[in-house]
């Protein structure tokens, strides 16, 4: 099974990750790396950092020569805020030392974790909650799940997504982009991407695109900020990963709790869940066929998971992103240390950053799904674990 973990604040000097379990023989470079942090920053209505954050991986460990050794990587992604923002950064954040001097936030911001991080934490300061609680803590998690999905497209599974909606415009139905998404993944799901990564809010949609960069728009003059949701396609995926034999080795549960680890995330539905929970039985279940070799289904609105088992059709996955909390225009909150009500302080943040977390669901999925396949057929080396599927 593979591993990670991050660390590392917003503003800090950096941040870290370390990923253990990795089979050995991948090939990886860095640029398999960051072509993924680059799409992180994708979408209309980002804020003022995405202008000088240049995401570059370095590993320190766990590769040679261009390939995986099986022995844990380590990684690094500079912050370059800790250095280019003209705000101190390197003394509000400093190691060492006392903090005399050092202005204390003590306004936490409504829909953040910045209250409760500090009564937890007993902080009299929400400036610690407020960098490591950070959604800039997914640029490391993209780097660490990028490898997992650099093993994954190695035995022919590929990962996709696209934008639904963003708050107000959207799609109505799954039923009216899953035709355009079928044809865009017949030979993978990177077809998806491609196609939504070249659009402003990575919608597969013309029209709705430019009415979205027009709902922003005019969401950001009243200092607002919106939500949405997307989703996650994954083709080329094995019959039986995952388990219905106990709760946690299911792989739906395992995907939910993936996507909803992600900063900002409320809801999240394996195909057509959400619709599915009113419409009749007749409409929803998938019908199965055989076509002389395997078993598929004359239509997909169960996701590509039955009974917490993949079942050899795509998977899909949508995330329901709530909008950002920190607004231009100041909500009501009160002083933690002398309780007085005041207007919040405005942190620097985006108007809307769906389609930046539709590419991280794209990456924590692909850990869950690497998991999920090392689970069932094992394996120390990528050839290895080929071999194994091969005869399965």
């Given amino acids: 099974m593979i591993r990670y973990l991050t660390a590392g604040e917003s503003h800090g000097e950096a941040l870290i990750g370390i990923v253990e379990g990795v089979p050995s023989g991948i090939p990886l470079s860095a640029q398999d790396i960051n072509v993924h942090l680059a799409r992180r920053w994708l979408g209309f209505g980002r804020g003022g950092r995405a202008k000088f954050e240049q995401d570059l ?96 497209a190695e035995l022919g599974i590929q990962i996709g997504s696209h934008v639904v909606r963003i708050g107000e415009v959207g799609y109505a139905s799954p039923m009216e982009y899953a035709q355009k998404v079928a044809k865009l993944s017949q030979n993978g799901a990177f077809g998806i991407s491609a196609e939504a990564d070249g659009n402003e809010v990575r919608m597969l949609d013309a029209d709705l695109s430019r009415r979205c960069v027009e709902h922003i728009q005019s969401v950001k003059k009243d200092g607002d900020s919106l939500g949405g949701v997307y989703e996650v396609v994954v083709t080329g995926v094995p019959v039986g990963l995952g388990s219905y034999v106990q709760w946690d080795r299911k792989l739906d549960a395992r995907l939910g709790q993936a996507i909803l680890s992600i900063q900002a995330q409320k809801g999240v539905e394996i195909g057509d869940g959400i619709a599915a929970s009113s419409s009749k039985g007749s409409d929803v279940h998938d019908p199965i066929t055989f076509d002389g070799a395997s078993f598929p289904r ?11 088992m993949s079942n050899g059709m795509p998977i899909i996955v949508r995330g329901y992103m709530k909008p950002i909390p920190t607004l231009i225009k100041p909500l009501g909150t009160a002083d933690m240390i002398t309780g007085q009500g005041q207007p919040t302080r405005y942190e620097r943040s985006d108007v809307t950053s769906v389609p930046a977390a539709s590419t991280v669901a794209e990456a924590v999925i692909a850990m869950e799904i690497a998991n999920a396949l090392l689970e069932k057929f094992g394996g120390d080396s990528l050839e290895e674990i080929r071999s194994r599927m091969k005869d399965f």
């Fill in 57 to 152: 991986v370095h590993f320190f460990s766990g590769v040679r020569f261009s390939k995986t050794m099986g022995s844990p990587i380590a990684l690094k992604l500079e912050n370059a805020a800790y250095l280019q923002d003209k705000s101190g950064w390197p003394e509000v954040m400093a190691v060492d030392g006392s903090g005399e001097g050092i202005e204390k936030i003590t306004l936490p911001r409504p829909g953040h974790a910045d209250l409760t991080g500090a009564q937890k934490y007993g902080f009299d300061d929400i400036r610690p909650v407020i960098d490591r609680s950070s959604a800039r803590e997914t640029a490391m998690r993209v780097a660490c799940c990028s490898i997992a999905r650099k093993l994954l």
């Fill in 298 to 308: 004359t239509q997909n609105r169960a996701g590509g998971i039955e009974g917490g």
